[in-house]
């Protein structure tokens, strides 16, 4: 007789991940591992009892699904830490797989990525055609990766645990029009009751000092966080953006409410005289200057978010250029989801920002796209307009 108990849901099948689409959230953490180990290959895969599945790789070769014994994170996963193998073809357990005799892989280092519950379910790996070592400090950054990764599984599978609410059609949004040179508005949509998303901005002189800082987890807890980072961030006002960003790291360590948490940001000091865009991306990458002569620059960085950068990297400045009739329009990855989730929707989103007829214009199309997909994270987007 055929039992009709249906089969116990995977660890793999409760994050949701297996054969998704491409994410933003997950690219950018490989398209930055890649250029910071200089390696041909990083990759979040997600492994099951057969299969692993590429979630996430830089452009090229699209790996798809793959055999578990070709590659080298079927070991991974049963790993308390990272696995390093630094020649392949001179190691028994892999010399012969696919990854190795195919793509011609020598060198491997992986981080198992593990659930609320401790199942290993992906990897965050690293792969070369050359051999080599980790040092010390390369292994650290590493696992700092990891981490980074290993939170957007978790919060995978929390997604898709929870009974999905939909997004309002609108949003709470403010405006600031008596900035000197300059107008700030933005659009915020929790995805219930309290936002993880966080922004503002004040004047100070001629100078305007703006923040947009995205916390890890939805709900009370990362809402007081995202509040207590974003007033924090402005309260240092007089300072250049990385000196706040190390001023309020070195704060964290002794606040619990920051303890296991971490957070993509943007932070900068906009001097309205000089259009001189002074800014420090902790991991957020999706900021971009439209300028007025139709071309347009994405401001990012090799930042880790705050909350994980090893001790011994420093924090990456960067600054930018803008003049009248340019736009700068900052977002929560949230905003993503309401195109195709991945980094080609920040272009859409600034096309989407140049046709419409003004600010609120485009808050009202944004507001809109959230509540017709399937939008499953907070929503906070910030324009700054040079007039």
Not at 100 to 120: C, H, I, K, N, Q
Not at 251 to 259: F, K, M, P, Q, V
């Amino acid at each position: 007789m055929t039992s009709l108990t249906p089969e116990p849901e995977s660890a793999v099948d409760r994050t949701g991940l297996l054969d998704s689409p491409p994410e933003e959230r997950f690219d950018r953490i490989t398209r930055l591992a890649r250029e910071v180990f200089d390696v041909d290959y990083a990759l979040v895969n997600i492994v099951d009892d057969d299969e692993v599945y590429t979630k996430s790789q830089p452009p090229g070769p699209r790996f798809g699904r793959t055999p578990r014994e070709a590659v080298f994170c079927g070991e991974t996963v049963k790993q308390d830490g990272i696995l390093e193998v630094g020649d392949a073809t001179q190691d028994d357990r892999f010399r012969d797989i696919a990854s190795v005799t195919e793509y011609g892989m020598r060198f491997y280092a992986g981080f198992p990525l593990r659930t609320d519950d401790g199942d290993a379910v992906g990897t965050l790996c690293l792969l070369d055609g050359d051999a080599r070592a980790l040092d010390d400090a390369q292994r650290r950054t590493l696992e700092q990766f990891g981490r980074w990764a290993q939170a957007e599984v978790r919060q995978s599978e929390a997604t898709a645990d929870a009974a999905a609410a939909p997004a309002e059609a609108a949003g709470d949004r403010t405006e600031d029009t008596d900035a000197d040179g300059v107008r700030v508005a933005s659009l915020a949509i929790p995805h219930g009751v309290v936002s993880g998303d966080s922004s503002g901005w004040q004047q100070v002189g001629g100078r305007v000092v703006l923040t947009l800082a995205d916390v890890m987890g939805k709900g009370a807890a990362a809402g007081a966080v995202a509040d207590a980072l974003l007033s924090a961030l402005q309260a240092r006002r007089d300072m250049d953006p990385v000196q706040a960003m190390l001023s309020v790291e070195d704060e964290a360590l002794t606040d619990g409410r920051y303890r296991d948490v971490f957070a993509t940001v943007f932070h900068a000091v906009v001097d309205a005289a000089t259009g001189t865009v002074d800014f420090v991306d902790a991991g957020h990458g999706l900021t971009l200057v439209l300028h007025a002569d139709g071309s347009s620059e994405r401001l990012d960085s090799r930042n880790l978010p705050l909350g994980l950068r090893p001790a011994d990297v420093v924090w990456e400045p960067g600054r930018v250029r803008v003049g009248r009739g340019d736009l700068i329009v900052s977002v929560s990855d949230g905003a993503l989801d309401a195109y195709d989730s991945t980094l080609e929707s920040l272009r859409m989103i600034g096309d989407d920002l140049r046709a419409a007829a003004d600010t609120g214009g485009f808050f009202d199309e944004l507001a809109l796209k959230v509540s017709t997909h399937a939008v499953d994270d907070d929503v906070t987007a910030v324009v700054l307009s040079v007039h």
